[in-house]
C-alpha cells in the first residue's frame, strides 16, 4: 500500500480526485426507487414511529465484481503507481488474503501488476475457481487469520510483493467514498425539476470494517443537513460498532465473533474508521449522525422485499440498511420526531446497497425449503460453519 | 375491448404510435449487458457448434407490475378511451381473467376506470392480496376456465364491463411492440460510438400467448437483417408454437397441458399472434425466424446465471431465451455457420427478459434445498399443482 504518508487529506475534494482516477475503470451504478417499499416505510401502527420516506436505492451490487469494493482497489492501485512508479509496481505485485482480493485481483489485472490472493485451502470450489479467473497467482493457507497472514510474509518475502489491506487505508476509504459523489450527483440529476426541494436528508450504509461508512461520512463532512448513519447486524455483538459508539468513552471493539448471516459485516471496526467516526482523536469528527443495528429475521425481511418488490439480487449485508429504516424503533422515532417538528414532510433519503456476491444456494440456505422452520436453521449453521474462520480474521 | 376495426394495421409505425401513448406512463427499463455471460454463450467444446455473442438484456422485469404486460394494457385501455370515449369506459368498466389482470389493473386505475378481476377461489392469499392493491373489484370463480368464464359473463351482464384479453388482441400486440421499439433505440443509442458496427441481428423473446413475440416481429418486420426467434419450454408439450410452426403445413396447437417451471408460458399461441408467425393466413408473414425450445433443466441454469451473475431477479419464464442461446444446438449451429460464413465476426444479439413475478419461496422450490434432489421434485410438483388449473385455462 502507499505510504500513508502521500495520502490526501480526508475530506471531500479528495474524493472528488479520487474519483476523476478511477471512475473510467467502474460502472456508474443504477439509482433506484420502488413505491412499495416506501409505502411500507412509511407506515406503522405505532403512531409515534411513523416517520415518511422516498428511498433512492444505489445499487452497488451492479458494480464490477458486484460490490462497491472496486472503487477503493482501483483507488489503491493506481495511487501506489502514482508513487512508486508503474515498473516498480508490476515488478513487485501486489498481495491480499482479505474480503478485498476479487476487486483488488480486478484492478491489478487492468495494469498487468501480478495480484497475490492467499485463500485458505478449504474455500470453497468455485470461490477459488472464481478468484482464478482474475489471477494465476492464488496461494493456499491454514483457515486461521494467524496461518494466512504468515502465507501473506512468505509471499512478501520471495516477491517483494506490497499489502493492501480491504478498509484500514486512506486510500481505500477515499476510493469507496465515490459511492456517495456518485450517488448525490445522481440524486441531484433525478430530482432537478422537483420545485420545493428539501434535498436528501439521510444516507444510510452497512458497517462492517468500515471502508465504506467512513468514506460516505467524509465525503458529507461538509454537508450538516445529511445525516450518515451506519447499519449493523445486533446477531452475537455484530453490532460491534453500536456499542463501541454507546460506550463511554467510546472504545474502539477489536475482537468480534458473530454468526451473522450478513456475512460481509462480521469484522470489526477497523482503526482508522474508527477515527473518523469518533470525535476523541487526531482527525476530526465527520458527518456520522450513528449506528443502528438489526435482528437476522429483520434482514431476511428486507432482503425478500428487495428481491420480491425490487427484483434486485442481493447479499445480506446489502439488507442492513434498508432493515434499520423499515424496522428500527430508534431511527424510526428520531425521524418523526424531527419531521413532526418540521411539519410533517416526508425525506428523502439514500440506502446503499453494497454488493451482490451471493448464490442460489445461501439464499436457499437463508431461507429455506418448503419445511422452512427446520431448514432455515440448517441452514444458517451450515454456512456459519463454513465461513467462520474466513470472517472473523477479517 | 376495442373493435378490431378500429385498430391500426399491424406494422412498424403503428407501434411508434402506441408508443407515442403510452411511454409516459411507463418505465424505460433497462438494457444490460454481462461480459462472464457473453464468455460462457461464446464457448463451447464442440467446434461447430460456438457462435460469439455481445449479448442485450431488455429488462421488462424493471417494468411496472414486473413484466411488459403493463404495455399492452396501458395501449388497450388508451385505445378503448379514444374509441368509446373516457366518460362511456368509466361507466362500464373493464373486465379480465387472465394472466395479464394486474396490468390491466394498473391501467385502469390510472384513469379511474373500475376493472374487474375474476381470480379463482383457491388463489394464494398473497396473490389476491396484490391484486386488491390495484382493485377494489376483485371477483371470484371456480378454478377451471369454464368456471371463470361465466363469471366473467356474469360480470359483463351486470355491469356492461368491456372485456380485455391477454394477447388475442392488435392492441395488446401492439403495445407489447414497444419493448422492442425502445430496446432498439437503447441499442442505437449504446452502441452509437463503435466504429465497425454491423448492428443488431438477431432477437430472442419468450413465447406462451404470443402477444410479446407478434409484437416484437412486427417491430422488425421491416428490418430483415434481424430474426426474431420465438423460445419455449420442451416439457410436456410447452413447445407447442414449435411443434405446430414445425408440422407440414404449419398449425397452431390450441390446447397445451403442461407443467414446466416457465409457468408464464404455458398458455397455447393465441389465433392472430400464430397469423404473424405463419405466412399462410390474411396478414403476410412478419419477422419471426422460427421457434427453439429448452429443457426444465436448461431454464434453471439460465436462472441461476441471472441471478448470480447479473444480479436480476428474474421468473422462470424470462430464462428461457437465454436458455436457448446457450444450450440449444440447433440455434448455435445456425449462428455458428452465418458466422463463419461471414468471416467470424460475433454477433450483437438481445434477449428480452419479459418478467419477474416469482418469489423466494418459489425460487427455493425450483432449485431445491441442502438435499437438492429429493426437493427439487417435491418443489416443482407442489408449484405445479397449484398452478396448473389457472395456466392451462390461460
Redesign the interface.
Known amino acids: 500500500m502507499a505510504d500513508v504518508s502521500t495520502t490526501l487529506p480526508l475530506e471531500p475534494d479528495s474524493i472528488r480526485h479520487a474519483y476523476s482516477k478511477i471512475h473510467r475503470y467502474l460502472h456508474k451504478t443504477?439509482l433506484l426507487t420502488n413505491k412499495t417499499i416506501d409505502r411500507m416505510a412509511s407506515f406503522s401502527p405505532d403512531t409515534d414511529q411513523s416517520p415518511k420516506f422516498n428511498i433512492y436505492f444505489k445499487c452497488e451490487?451492479?458494480q464490477r465484481i458486484?460490490a462497491f469494493k472496486a472503487r477503493g482497489a482501483f483507488y489503491a492501485v493506481i495511487h501506489l503507481i502514482e508513487v512508486l512508479g508503474l515498473e516498480e509496481v508490476r515488478r513487485r505485485g501486489v498481495v491480499t488474503h482479505s474480503s478485498g482480493k476479487l476487486a483488488l485481483a480486478l484492478a491489478a489485472s487492468h495494469f498487468q501488476i501480478p495480484a497475490h490472493i492467499v485463500m485458505p485451502t478449504i474455500s470453497t470450489p468455485s470461490k477459488i475457481a472464481g478468484t482464478q479467473c482474475y489471477t494465476k497467482n492464488v496461494r493456499f493457507s491454514g483457515s486461521t487469520s494467524t496461518e494466512r497472514e504468515a502465507v501473506v510474509m512468505e509471499v512478501i518475502e520471495e516477491t517483494g510483493a506490497i499489502l493492501v489491506p480491504p478498509y484500514d487505508h486512506p486510500d481505500i476509504m477515499l476510493g469507496q467514498g465515490t459511492t456517495a459523489l456518485e450517488l448525490q450527483e445522481q440524486y441531484e440529476a433525478e430530482t432537478s425539476n422537483q420545485d420545493e426541494k428539501a434535498g436528501l436528508r439521510i444516507v444510510l450504509a452497512p458497517l462492517g470494517g468500515g471502508g465504506l461508512l467512513s468514506g460516505i461520512s467524509i465525503f458529507f463532512s461538509n454537508k450538516p443537513e445529511i445525516a450518515v448513519i451506519g447499519c449493523e447486524p445486533s446477531f452475537q455483538g455484530g453490532n460491534d460498532g453500536e456499542i463501541g459508539l454507546n460506550s463511554a468513552p467510546p472504545r474502539r471493539i477489536e475482537t468480534v465473533k458473530t454468526l451473522t448471516i450478513a456475512d460481509g459485516l462480521r469484522t470489526p471496526v477497523g482503526e482508522l474508521p474508527w477515527k473518523i467516526f469518533t470525535s476523541g482523536s487526531e482527525i476530526k469528527k465527520k458527518n456520522l449522525k450513528t449506528i443502528y443495528s438489526v435482528t437476522e429475521e429483520q434482514i431476511k425481511n428486507a432482503m425478500?422485499l428487495v428481491?420480491?418488490r425490487?427484483?434486485?439480487?442481493?447479499e445480506p449485508s446489502s439488507a442492513v440498511p434498508l432493515a434499520v429504516v423499515l424496522y428500527n424503533h430508534e431511527f424510526r422515532k428520531w425521524v418523526h420526531q424531527q419531521q413532526q417538528a418540521e411539519g410533517g414532510a416526508g425525506w428523502d433519503i439514500a440506502v446503499v446497497l453494497s454488493g451482490?456476491n451471493?448464490?442460489?444456494?445461501a439464499?436457499?440456505?437463508l431461507?429455506?425449503?418448503?419445511d422452512k422452520d427446520v431448514?432455515r436453521a440448517?441452514?444458517i449453521s451450515?454456512l456459519d460453519g463454513k465461513s467462520v474462520v474466513e470472517n472473523v480474521a477479517g
Open positions: 443504477p451490487n451492479y458486484g425478500r428481491f420480491e425490487m427484483k434486485v439480487f442481493i451482490g451471493t448464490t442460489i444456494d439464499v436457499i440456505g431461507f429455506g425449503g418448503p431448514k440448517e441452514g451450515g
